[in-house]
């Protein structure tokens, strides 16, 4: 039996937008906090240490909104949202809907429904089409997965995002520096 690569087994669907603003958005405020770790060493106030607090803040939020994405697995869809993180196998989804500028959701056969955050309706997506895009990728996997009718369970999980939560301990760590030294 050959191997099926890892590839063709699975697919992150995501907004290049989302890409490229997360990591501008990361580079470009992690310079600045690089910048404001330098100052310290030269005037340790807390004016410098709650720039690098706002700086790692909006990095973390950044890095959670926009590192939102769908992942097509073998045999589930896993919706990435900022906060929570669903794998819902392909035989428990009853409708995809999206496309049309709108919101992409997952309703499964139970009636729940499954926002996905990388995919929401923006007026952008209107004209381009990439949530109608990634609906119809969806719906091409679960027609093909739709052999078996026994049902699984929907899981639900914490996100990891390494450099998000990395930096919300350094947003706590500096806002208590900040308090340490004063303004």
Do not use: H
């Not at 992409?104 to 955050?117: A, H, K, Q």
Request: aromatic share 8%; proline share 2%; glycine share 12%.
């Amino acid at each position: 039996m050959r191997a099926v690569p890892k590839r063709q087994r699975e697919e992150v669907l995501r907004r290049t937008s989302f890409r490229v603003l997360s990591w501008v958005m990361t580079v470009g405020f992690g310079l600045v906090a690089v910048g404001l770790i330098i100052s310290l060493a030269y005037n340790l106030e807390g004016g410098p240490a709650s720039g690098v607090a706002a700086c790692f803040f909006t990095i973390a939020l950044c890095r959670r909104l926009l590192g939102s994405r769908i992942v097509l697995g073998s045999s589930a869809v896993t919706v990435v949202n900022p906060l929570i993180t669903y794998r819902v196998p392909y035989t428990a989804i009853g409708e995809v809907r999206g496309g049309k500028g709108g919101t992409l959701n997952l309703v499964t056969r139970t009636g729940d429904e499954i926002y996905s955050t990388g995919f929401g309706g923006s007026i952008t997506d209107y004209f381009v089409g990439s949530t109608e895009c990634a609906a119809d990728r969806i719906e091409q996997r679960v027609k093909t997965r739709l052999k078996s009718r026994q049902q699984g369970l929907v899981e639900k999980k914490f996100t990891v995002s390494w450099i998000a939560d990395f930096c919300a301990v350094g947003v706590v760590v500096c806002v208590i520096l900040a308090g340490v030294l004063g303004t």
